[in-house]
């Protein structure tokens, strides 16, 4: 019973006859700028007993996100005060919106606190260890919440669907991860797992956006390129990672990100509350009286200022 409410709750796992590209049905978050394509969202949700929800309006996004911001604080205050480790595993396709919901996570935290972990491709030196020895490093000491954009799990994505692991390798890693996770929660970790699933028309549409945006063209590379036309490989893939890796130990939580916004807000209400936290009780604070403005004599170095063009 346990199991099918999970199975109806995440509602990820493959079914006998079912396409790769159906299987995480998404809310189109999109309706409101693109009316065809809402269309078809809105028929997807019905089919699935769900009704579509409107895109969520920047006013009602920022005063939400302003609450979890202020529990995000004292989250933070709790940690330090005793000594917790957090650790948050963001995966998901390219566009699914990782980047922007770890910026919204971490925007009015403190970076010695929260810290992003986001590694390169690995070194010809780490290719030849342990394979998930290039990421212990990085796991939380005692009052730090560590956040992995992308994380161990590439060997069961990207490496797997574009052929930087063997088939062997990729099996062998979904056998042994869980064995790690428990080690790694038995250390003390608290250990959260999110998957962004997002629909295929709206990547589609975010990776269009980069091509000519200046302020985006970092985030499309050759690679997310070539990965575009492998969207039912990356769907097995998926799907062989929730198989093997969604423990009750250590779940998966999929997230529906085609409304960016709904998606952040939805995901930080689940990061609080999982991670047991309290109000860490503040002193009064007064700012002291300052000595005399005018007791310091001018320094007669010429200041090299910024030029004013604003």
């Not at 069961?156 to 088939?167: K, L, Q, W, Y």
């Not at 970790?189 to 962004?196: D, E, G, M, Q």
Request: hydrophobic share 35%; proline share 5%; aromatic share 8%.
């Amino acid at each position: 019973m346990k199991q099918a409410k999970r199975e109806d709750a995440m509602t990820q796992k493959t079914r006998p006859g079912q396409q790769h590209s159906d299987e995480i049905t998404v809310e189109d978050g999109e309706a409101e700028a693109r009316p065809d394509k809402g269309k078809r969202g809105a028929a997807k949700a019905e089919a699935d007993g769900k009704k579509p929800k409107p895109r969520l309006g920047r006013k009602d996004y920022e005063a939400e996100l302003e609450r979890l911001h202020g529990e995000l604080v004292k989250l933070q205050q709790w940690v330090v005060h005793k000594g917790l480790k957090v650790c948050v595993v963001f995966e998901g396709r390219d566009g699914a919106g990782k980047g922007g919901t770890i910026k919204a996570i971490t925007e009015r935290v403190s970076p010695r606190v929260f810290r992003v972990v986001a590694l390169p491709a690995p070194t010809e030196r780490e290719k030849s260890q342990m394979y998930v020895q290039r990421y212990l490093p990085h796991l939380p000491a005692a009052g730090e919440v560590v956040i992995f954009d992308r994380s161990w799990y590439n060997r069961a994505g990207v490496e797997r669907v574009m052929g930087f692991c063997t088939e062997a390798m990729a099996k062998e890693f979904l056998r042994a991860v869980p064995l790690v996770e428990q080690a790694i929660i038995d250390s003390g970790v608290i250990l959260l797992k999110y998957w962004l699933e997002v629909s295929p028309e709206e990547q589609t549409r975010r990776l269009e956006s980069r091509i000519d945006d200046p302020r985006k063209v970092w985030k499309l590379s050759p690679m997310d390129i070539k990965s575009y036309t492998r969207w039912n490989d990356y769907s097995k893939a998926r799907d062989d990672m929730f198989s093997a890796t969604d423990t009750d130990l250590s779940p998966w939580n999929v997230a529906r990100s085609d409304d960016k916004r709904r998606a952040r807000l939805n995901i930080i209400t689940h990061l609080l509350a999982h991670v047991p936290y309290g109000e860490v009780k503040r002193e009064k604070v007064k700012l002291p009286k300052r000595h005399k403005l005018d007791s310091h004599r001018k320094s007669e170095h010429p200041i090299r200022y910024v030029e004013e063009r604003f």
